[in-house]
């Protein structure tokens, strides 16, 4: 298990800050509760696609009051992409810099490649599961008919996953001696990539029902 802990996106619920209770808001205080209650309705299952006038309705605001704060529903979703990038990147990129610093340390070891990868994929699986909402986002059911460049960027957020696993794993292999480090370490981390795919899509068919961490560490310990 990693050291640091995926972040969950704030509730909208009872128990919320008072801040967030107040009748007007600032500015910013609004836009977050606006993101909050998009990213609540999406962990309603079964929840097809959300409309502003239901945004604005469980918010008790007119739909203008919504494009005060955001210029398009697009905008929105960007919102909440902007939070799943800057919550799981800043966790890899803690476990890349250690991985950096260790290696400055002493030589290379193979388990320690792959110790990363399995942190790397617990990061996104704990970030889904903290967040039901944002793993909708995150695998596209969220987004269908909506603007295309929000699919695009969900696409490289896990191209960038991937590239963070393909780095480890290529020092990884080189320590094993494989003659072709850098294929081997693209096939693996794809292979990775598409698990954490297939866990993030059955969490959201299943109704949030089956975890994406189930028996994750022996998956891993098959998978490495």
């Known amino acids: 298990m990693p050291e640091s802990t995926a972040e969950e996106f704030p509730s909208t619920e009872e128990g919320a800050p008072a801040a967030l209770a107040r009748k007007r808001p600032r500015a910013g205080e609004r836009r977050v509760q606006i993101l909050q209650a998009l990213a609540a309705m999406l962990e309603q299952p079964g929840t097809d696609r959300v409309t502003t006038a239901a945004l604005a309705a469980r918010l008790e605001v007119s739909e203008a009051a919504l494009y005060r704060h955001f210029a398009s529903k697009a905008q929105m979703f960007e919102g909440l992409i902007e939070f799943i990038e800057s919550s799981v990147f800043s966790l890899l990129n803690q476990i890349m810099a250690k991985a950096d610093a260790a290696n400055v340390a002493e030589p290379p070891v193979l388990d320690a490649g792959l110790r990363q990868a399995a942190r790397m994929v617990t990061i996104v699986l704990q970030f889904a599961e903290k967040n039901p909402g944002m793993t909708r986002v995150m695998v596209g059911d969220a987004l269908v008919l909506e603007n295309e460049r929000l699919t695009q960027r969900m696409n490289l957020f896990f191209d960038k996953v991937e590239a963070s696993l ?12 494989s003659q072709t480090p850098t294929v081997d370490a693209q096939v693996q981390a794809s292979v990775l990539v598409a698990f954490v795919l297939g866990r993030l899509q059955r969490f959201t068919r299943s109704g949030f029902k089956r975890l994406p961490t189930e028996q994750l560490e022996l998956s891993l310990a098959i998978l490495l």
């Open 166 to 177: 393909r780095q480890c794993l290529r020092d990884a292999h080189a320590a094993s001696a």
